[in-house]
């Protein structure tokens, strides 16, 4: 017979249950779960290690390749610091939210397992071994690198190699700063990075994805919310308040 959690990631959509007893108890299984498959070999420092650092090989390899570049040319820095936000925004929504042929580990690894261990009021991992719940798994970060090299290789041809490095050193910086910025809205609250003013703002946009009813809908952007306000995603004040009072009736009748 097929366990629940089965169904939830085998299926169309997360079965993620709209109680809030059961949501309780469907994460409390569902974080065992994970953590009893999580291999006894993983080190999560050189899991972050080697996210950050295919990144800052891909920053240095860049500035190194720079020359003297125009003021034209730095035009590249905010062109793609947009695209890679819209980029981020595209891939969540449509992604890792939904499933998609050939790409289903990267749903699974979102919807029914990170969404599934970190809520709105549970957003804070409880062992530096919960790091392979947040970081972006290795088909993540080989997805970035497809994506990026032939781009900047394509800039470069098009608008000549400053652009292409140029392209690829902010492409680079983007993805690290996802990378830590997503770390740092899953550390506890109290912690030094946790009790930054900077993450405590961010923190509580993407909190409010992690919330059941608002997460197939509302605020995509995990970085800055600019895609999210470009496409009216970001959660309005009303719909916010409506969730979180349907959330306490729901506990005084639990
Ligand atoms: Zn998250
Ligand atoms: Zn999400």
Redesign the pocket.
């Known amino acids: 017979m097929m366990l629940a959690e089965d169904r939830a990631r085998k299926g169309a959509k997360l079965e993620l249950p709209r109680d809030g007893r059961a949501i309780l108890d469907a994460r409390a299984k569902a974080r065992q779960r994970l953590h009893d498959s999580i291999p006894a070999g993983y080190r999560p420092w050189m899991h972050l290690a080697g996210t950050v650092g295919v990144g800052v090989v891909g920053l240095g390899l860049a500035v190194w390749g720079v020359r003297a570049p125009r003021a034209s040319e730095l035009l590249a820095v905010p062109a793609t610091f947009l695209l890679a936000n819209l980029f981020e925004w595209r891939v ?1 929504r449509g992604v ?2 939904h499933r998609q042929k050939l790409l289903e580990p990267l749903y699974d690894r ?2 029914p397992e990170h ?1 599934m261990v970190f809520g709105y009021d549970d957003m804070a991992i409880r062992s530096p071994k919960e790091l392979k719940l947040v970081l972006i798994p290795a088909l993540g970060v080989a997805g970035i690198v497809a994506t990026t090299t032939p781009l900047a290789y394509g800039l470069s041809k098009l608008f000549g190699a400053n652009v292409g490095w140029l392209f690829l050193a902010t492409a680079a910086v983007y993805a690290v700063g996802y990378e830590l910025s997503h770390l740092s809205y899953h550390l506890p609250e109290d912690s030094f990075v946790g009790r930054l003013s900077l993450v405590r703002v961010l923190r509580e946009q993407h909190r409010r ?1 992690h919330h059941p009813r608002l ?1 197939q809908r509302w605020n995509f952007n995990v970085t800055l919310p600019i895609g999210d306000w470009l496409h009216r995603t970001q959660v309005p004040g009303d719909v916010l308040e409506q969730t979180l009072a349907q959330d306490r009736i729901t506990r005084r009748t639990a």
């Open positions: 969540h890792l939210h979102h919807t969404h994805h997460m």
